[in-house]
Structures are given as structure tokens and as C-alpha cells.
């Protein structure tokens, strides 16, 4: 869609923006919660920033209406919604300097399936070292 409409490229996945939402689908799934804030209070800047530093995000989480299953139901659910004028905050799916995005999917016990995707149009990794110890230190605190 982007490089038809817009001549632009297309999307590409920072390693620190997908940790980002990996991150908060894994605390939604394990803690329970369900929304932008996250269980030890994060938004979803402060997510990004732990990973590397990102210029205006947007964050979309996207729970199972019962018929969406997979990750990518779920994320044609979230573009096909993007033109009911009550969600046309989602129309950042479609910017033309939009181009990368951490999307992750998980199975949350109350809600069904969900899929957290970040949205940035600009992110500078942290070091991957520093990003991989994060992400443990992450990882420990929701298990």
C-alpha cells in the first residue's frame, strides 16, 4: 500500500520496537490487564525507550473478537477498522512517514488473542546487548 499510494517504502521492524511490544503483549497476557498502561505502569513511550529512542509512537493493541485467531486476522481486523470513522486515529496505519513498527502476538486467558503494534517514523536502537539484557530483565519480572 505505501510504495502504490505513496512512492514510499515499506515498513521495516527495528529489533528494540518489536522487544517494545513484545513486552506489553506478554504483561496483557501473563498479568491479565488489557489497554496502553501496563502492569508496572509503562506507557507506551516509555516501552520504546527502554529498547531505544523513538520519535512520536503510536500503539495499537488489538484483541480476538471470537472470529479473529490468528496474528494476521487480527491485524487485517485493525487495518479494516482504520475506516470506521470512530477509530480514525488508526489512519496512522496508512502515513506516509510511518514506516517501522514492532508488532507482537499473544494468547491473553480472559480476552482471547492479542496483537500489540507499535508504529514510529523514527527509532534508534540501543545497543543489542544492552537491549538483550532489558529484555531478560523483562521477561523475569512478568514470568
Not at 510504495?3 to 506478554?26: E, I, K, Q, S
Not at 517501522?100 to 540501543?126: C, M, P, R, S, W
Amino acid at each position: 500500500y505505501q510504495r502504490r499510494v505513496h512512492g514510499g517504502p515499506l515498513v521495516d521492524t527495528p529489533y528494540g520496537m518489536t522487544l517494545a511490544a513484545r513486552d506489553h503483549c506478554m504483561d496483557m497476557c501473563c498479568k491479565g490487564g488489557i489497554g496502553h498502561e501496563g502492569s508496572d505502569g509503562s506507557t507506551p513511550i516509555a516501552r520504546l525507550n527502554r529498547y531505544g529512542r523513538a520519535v512520536r509512537p503510536y500503539e495499537y493493541v488489538v484483541l480476538s473478537d471470537g472470529t479473529s485467531e490468528s496474528a494476521f486476522d487480527l491485524l487485517v481486523d485493525l487495518v479494516a477498522d482504520a475506516s470506521n470513522d470512530e477509530r480514525s486515529g488508526r489512519l496512522h496505519l496508512f502515513h506516509p512517514d510511518i514506516t517501522l513498527a514492532g508488532i507482537a502476538y499473544g494468547h491473553h486467558a480472559e480476552q482471547g488473542n492479542v496483537l500489540v503494534v507499535v508504529l514510529t517514523q523514527q527509532f534508534t536502537d540501543k545497543p543489542l546487548e544492552e537491549q538483550e539484557r532489558m529484555h531478560e530483565r523483562m521477561t523475569g519480572l512478568l514470568s
